[in-house]
C-alpha cells in the first residue's frame, strides 16, 4: 500500500510567505542534508490538514485553507 499527499496551490503559496519570513529569522541550514522544513498531513473524516514545521525556530504553520473545505 503506498499514500501520496500533496499540496494545492493555494497551500505552496502559504508555505512560500511563510518560509521567506521564517528565512529573515535564521537563515543557517539545520544539518548538512538540509532536513530545515518538516511537512505534516494529518487526516480526518472531512479533508486533510497540512502543516509545516521550521526545524530552526520550531515554529509550525497550518497550510491548509479551511474555508476551501
Excluded: C, P
Excluded at 16 to 37: A, C, F, P, T, Y
Excluded at 50 to 65: F, R, S, Y
Aim: no cysteine; net charge negative; charged share 30%.
Amino acid at each position: 500500500m503506498r499514500y501520496k499527499f500533496e499540496l494545492d496551490e493555494d497551500e505552496i503559496k502559504i508555505f512560500e510567505i511563510w518560509k521567506n519570513e521564517q528565512m529573515k529569522k535564521s537563515d543557517k541550514l539545520h544539518s548538512s542534508v538540509g532536513g530545515r522544513w518538516s511537512f505534516t498531513f494529518t487526516t480526518t473524516g472531512i479533508g486533510i490538514i497540512a502543516e509545516v514545521k521550521d526545524n530552526n525556530t520550531g515554529e509550525t504553520k497550518t497550510l491548509t485553507n479551511f474555508d476551501n473545505w
